[in-house]
């Protein structure tokens, strides 16, 4: 394990995370300010559930998380701030949709962190990725309010700079960003997108 897995997998133990990933959305946090107090957070793919813990601390008790995972797992940890409700569900259906709008009719941000199962195979892993990408950018436009923010992970590859260019025709501000968390030669970026226009297309 190279060093710098080292210290982030130390780091979320020591800070009660179930995961390492919740600091590629901490780093966004502390550049960006993505998330605020009191939002309502969109959380696809919450699995194992460090995002979801984290978003909640932020949002405080005037928020809510829901998380949606196609695991049958339920329960994430939770240690204050805004409820979190979990769905199992696979992001593609549209029962999935009517189940998220069934808690929260409407987001102020919505996180991906989903990868597809890989294949080993880097061109078919990248275009999994970009379908789901593609799906979390669609559902923005049906559940994310106007002036809300995005963040998405994608595979680098083909086809990413045309996603990048659909993520920037519908916000004000667009972001490729890497955090130092993620692995060094690991293909995963995140597109961040803050400030979702009136007029959406896709």
């Not at 800070?15 to 550049?31: C, H, I, T």
């Not at 960006?32 to 959380?43: A, E, P, V």
């Not at 294949?119 to 923005?140: F, I, M, N, P, Y």
Request: charged share 25%; hydrophobic share 35%.
């Amino acid at each position: 394990m190279k060093k710098v897995q080292d210290h982030y997998f130390k780091k979320a133990q020591q800070e009660g995370y179930p995961a390492r990933s919740v600091y590629k959305l901490v780093e966004a946090q502390q550049k960006y300010r993505l998330l605020k107090q009191g939002d309502n957070i969109l959380d696809l793919g919450c699995m194992p559930g460090s995002w979801s813990m984290y978003a909640a601390e932020v949002a405080g008790s005037k928020g809510q998380v829901v998380g949606v995972d196609i695991s049958k797992e339920k329960k994430t940890g939770h240690r204050g701030g805004a409820p979190v409700t979990v769905l199992c569900a696979d992001i593609m259906t549209d029962e999935a949709v009517s189940a998220m709008q069934d808690v929260c009719s409407v987001f102020d941000v919505i996180l991906s962190d989903m990868a597809p199962q890989t294949t080993g195979s880097k061109w078919a892993d990248q275009q999994k990725s970009l379908t789901l990408s593609r799906r979390v950018l669609e559902l923005s436009g049906h559940l994310l309010r106007p002036g809300g923010n995005f963040y998405c992970k994608v595979f680098e590859g083909e086809d990413f700079r045309e996603f990048v260019s659909d993520v920037r025709r519908n916000f004000t501000m667009t972001k490729v960003f890497k955090p130092k968390s993620s692995r060094s030669e690991s293909r995963e970026v995140f597109v961040l997108g803050m400030g979702r226009l009136e007029k959406f297309s896709y």
